[in-house]
């Protein structure tokens, strides 16, 4: 099981509310770019910053069970 946290805009609107957590099961060999395609969300994973137990990982990062996720939309400046 992993603990996905949605962040801002990523989180679900649901009857109930906004679903900000979610326990997901993935199979073996399961990535972060599988976790975002299951979860069909409205970015695309090049816009999303990834944390996977409190360190920054990339769209091809291997889950284990028991792996807490945050998904967080890119923030991009504006130039001067």
Do not use: W, Y
Request: charged share 20%; aromatic share 2%; net charge negative.
């Amino acid at each position: 099981m992993i603990t996905v946290h949605l962040h801002t805009i990523l989180q679900i609107e649901t009857p109930s509310g906004r679903l900000r957590r979610l326990e997901v099961d993935l199979p073996p060999g399961g990535t972060i770019g599988n976790l975002v395609e299951m979860l069909d969300l409205r970015l695309k994973p090049e816009a999303m910053l990834f944390l996977v137990n409190g360190r920054p990982q990339r769209e091809d990062h291997l889950l284990a069970d028991g792996d807490e996720v945050n998904l967080m939309p890119a923030l991009s400046g504006g130039g001067s």
